[in-house]
């Protein structure tokens, strides 16, 4: 082959290049200027299909996967996300519509934040991808910086107008060059915190029948149902309180996928339900606190009455709880700080009203008057 042809293949080959180039530019303009104001940007978006969310700014990337039933954080401490939040944004996509197309080359990303985040280190956008089953992309764009009107009153009073649409946040699609003003409003971020729901057990106080704890037992009872010990005597208020509010919100600092039971220190709460929570703790001195925790269920004795349909459905609804959360929460041990296992794992020494000092009533002083005889007055 002469240098002739190899030079013609060459501008063959870079003609071609060039065309495929001005044509991904092309699509991309026309997808952006044919859109029109108001358009659903990803019509069909198969949010009951979505598997996966991925998160990523310049600081931080956060991956939000389902597993099974339940949607987890993956960054290493294996909580289930908080799935209000994942419903928010996914509601968020499925009805995003297009607002303002903004004429601003790539080098004005950064003032609207809209700047790929694996491009840039400052002013870089938060890219959000979701993903079906078999990986591939359902939706993926950059988020950037909203803007508002200059006070929330005129933003209301214009908020079924127009010139609503133009209030919003930037937003552009990764496959399109220009940016758009959409009305949306996301509240995401790329921190895993933020994302990760740290609440491992949350019971309420009036659904409790039975605490078993050390050597103790605690039955609901008296007024309002008012757990007291077996004897009827009351537990002492302050420590009482500490256990049923952490009960109420446990709050674990890490989880780690469990071999074994932490043995140890148990508590069993029971509900009137008929749920039971047997929480199994170790705790070592100048170490750190592990609390694994059991669901199980068992109906409640309902005596010699017929069971109703209600109280089948009941049950079964209590049963499904107990599988559910073992399915989950059950897989994982929780790191919890020693204050909050001092909380839970209390003792019935811990639990009981102190008791009154046995000390004997010191001796009033005696009145030196008492002692006085009485003198008589002579008449005057």
């Not at 302050?238 to 256990?243: C, D, F, P, V, Y």
């Not at 071999?259 to 039971?276: I, R």
Request: hydrophobic residues 35%.
């Amino acid at each position: 082959m002469n240098a002739k042809t190899t030079l013609i293949l060459l501008l063959i080959a870079l003609i071609g290049l060039g065309g495929i180039f001005a044509y991904k530019k092309y699509q991309s303009f026309k997808a952006s200027s044919e859109r029109k104001l108001g358009d659903t940007i990803y019509k069909d978006y198969p949010v009951n299909d979505i598997t996966k969310v991925t998160l990523k700014n310049n600081a931080s990337e956060v991956t939000i996967e389902k597993e099974g039933n339940f949607w987890v954080v993956k960054d290493g401490s294996n909580f289930r996300a908080k799935y209000s939040m994942l419903a928010n944004l996914l509601s968020e996509i499925y009805t995003l519509k297009a607002g303002q197309v903004i004429n601003v080359r790539k080098s004005g990303y950064q003032k609207m934040s809209v700047a790929d985040p694996d491009e840039v280190t400052t002013n870089a956008g938060l890219r959000v991808e979701t993903f079906l089953p078999d990986g591939k992309k359902a939706s993926s764009f950059i988020l950037g910086r909203t803007k508002m009107h200059s006070s929330d009153d005129d933003m209301t009073a214009r908020a079924y107008s127009m010139e609503a649409l133009f209030v919003g946040q930037y937003l552009r699609l990764t496959d399109e060059e220009k940016p758009m003003l959409v009305r949306n409003i996301f509240r995401v971020n790329a921190n895993p915190k933020d994302w990760r729901d740290p609440f491992v057990l949350g019971l309420k106080k009036d659904e409790i029948a039975r605490i078993t704890g050390q050597n103790y037992i605690l039955l609901a009872g008296g007024e309002g149902g008012e757990l007291l010990f077996e004897d009827g005597a009351k537990p002492n208020s302050g420590a009482l309180l500490r256990l049923t509010e952490t009960l109420s919100r446990l709050e674990a600092k890490e989880a780690a996928e469990a071999s074994e039971n932490p043995g140890g220190t148990y508590l069993n709460v029971e509900l009137m339900s008929g749920l039971n929570y047997t929480l199994y703790g170790k705790s070592e001195d100048g170490k750190d606190s592990f609390v694994s925790i059991k669901a199980d269920f068992k109906a409640p004795d309902r005596g010699t009455n017929e069971v109703t349909r209600a109280e089948k459905d009941a049950d079964l609804k209590a049963a499904d709880e107990a599988n559910q959360y073992n399915e989950w929460y059950g897989r994982f041990t929780y790191k919890v700080d020693k204050a909050t296992y001092q909380k839970l794992f209390v003792d019935e020494k811990g639990l009981k009203e102190p008791e009154k000092s046995a000390e004997p009533e010191a001796e009033k002083p005696a009145n030196p008057f008492d002692a006085m005889e009485d003198v008589e007055e002579d008449d005057a």
